[in-house]
């Protein structure tokens, strides 16, 4: 197979990713004018700063090229990150999420500290036991409660004394609510570290629609930039106050990264001045449609889990579940079939489900009415029925980012 082989292969990826309809809760549509820098010859060249008035970064004495108007980009996107966060101190180098969780507890903790974390089958991420293991911290497991939708506090702060814990690094990734995190900072008290992974809910959080985790007793916010904040596939961490950013940041600028991957920082700064723009009233609408999607899935008979709100959902996740339809692998060929893209997973009680995203199809401009749709194209999927013409015909209308730099709202 010679090269343009391979290419016209991709391009044909490329025409099917567009007749999707996007249901996964961690994708994101990111817009043209963030995208446009992506395949620039920069991304060839290593950003390392603006440099001194001659241009120059100068690291005493390795020297390198400057790049002033990147970097008047990049400051005002993290002076605008740390006002919609409420943060000290955001950093906006780290290539992924995994990476930049491992940049938050390699420079919080030291080895042979106890790191707690969230269990798999309560909605934590599949990676992080591994790199607090292999990294020579203890891991501790803590406990949720299905029934509440929230951490049992009072076990929580028991396993974290006995096992004389330093941080708790809330990773989760399956979650239609705010987490108890004043209970858990008050039972914990001002000494524990608190690092909460926003990485599904940064954009909910920017906008002012989620909770505050400083305002509420986290230290340090950790993420990946994909998911309700739609931007490329980057990492971030935002500190709360001076002391322990300063301390982090050491460690981290010393050697946690070197490349912060050119293209892919000026799409994210883009992405975050886009939020700090049209960011309350695109995480206003995310909200919206969730609650407005689960309430049309209820209205067809299908069985949604409710927040610990009483909603559908606090945030962009919505989980509808699906074992009466029986195994979720040839419910999944059926989806994919019908050009629809979800997950599956049966963490938080053992019950399969979907867990779908109202993110994608937010930035795409659709509101109240297209839910009532998306939910009928669910049903009819789930009950075998061949739509793939209808939802390709429908997904063709909603191929530009709304809320953003494109499209503003």
């Known amino acids: 197979m010679n090269i343009q082989d391979y290419y016209s292969q991709i391009k044909e990826e490329e025409k099917h990713n567009e007749q999707l309809l996007h249901l996964t809760a961690n994708e994101p549509f990111m817009s043209d004018t963030a995208r446009a820098f992506m395949d620039s010859p920069l991304d060839d060249r290593y950003f390392m700063g603006g440099g001194d008035d001659d241009g120059i970064v100068d690291f005493q004495p390795f020297t390198f090229r400057g790049m002033p108007a990147l970097q008047t980009l990049v400051s005002d996107a993290q002076s605008s990150a740390r006002e919609m966060l409420g943060a000290y101190d955001v950093n906006f180098g780290f290539l992924s999420g995994v990476h930049a969780m491992m940049c938050a507890i390699l420079s919080t903790t030291e080895p042979g500290d106890a790191v707690m974390t969230v269990g798999l089958e309560f909605g934590g991420h599949f990676a992080t036991q591994g790199i607090v293991e292999r990294t020579g911290r203890k891991h501790v497991v803590t406990s949720y409660n299905f ?14 004394k006995a096992a004389n814990a330093k941080a708790f690094y809330m990773d989760v990734s399956f979650y239609i609510n705010p987490h108890n995190l004043r209970e858990i900072r008050e039972a914990l008290g001002e000494d524990a570290l608190i690092i909460y992974d926003a990485s599904h809910t940064l954009g909910l959080i920017m906008g002012q629609q989620f909770q505050s985790p400083f305002s509420e007793g986290a230290n340090v916010i950790c993420a990946n930039t994909h998911k309700t904040l739609p931007g490329p ?15 982090a940041s050491a460690i981290i600028n010393s050697g946690l990264y070197s490349s912060q991957h050119t293209a892919s920082m000026i799409a994210l700064s883009t992405t975050v001045l886009e ?3 049209y960011g309350e009233d695109y995480a206003k609408q995310i909200i919206t449609n969730s609650n407005g999607l689960g309430s049309e899935l209820e209205k067809l008979g299908l069985k949604v889990r409710k927040a610990n709100t009483g909603r559908y959902s606090e945030n962009h996740q919505i989980h509808l579940f699906t074992e009466e339809f029986g195994d979720y692998r040839n419910l999944y060929k059926q989806f994919i079939k019908n050009n629809i893209s979800v997950n599956f997973d049966h963490t938080l009680g053992g019950k399969m489900y979907i867990r779908i995203g109202t993110q994608d199809l937010t930035r795409r401009g659709m509101k109240e009415k297209e ?3 998306v939910a009928s194209f669910l049903n ?10 209808q939802v390709e015909t429908f997904t063709s209308k909603y191929q530009t980012a709304h809320y953003s730099f494109d499209k503003p709202n």
């Open 147 to 160: 029934d509440t939708l929230s951490f049992d506090v009072e076990k929580l702060a028991k396993d974290y």
């Open 233 to 247: 596939q980057k990492g971030i961490i935002a500190f709360r106050d001076k002391e322990l950013a300063d301390k």
């Open 275 to 277: 939020m700090k723009q």
């Open 371 to 373: 839910m009532t749709i």
């Open 380 to 389: 009819d999927s789930l009950q075998g029925k061949d739509i793939s013409n």
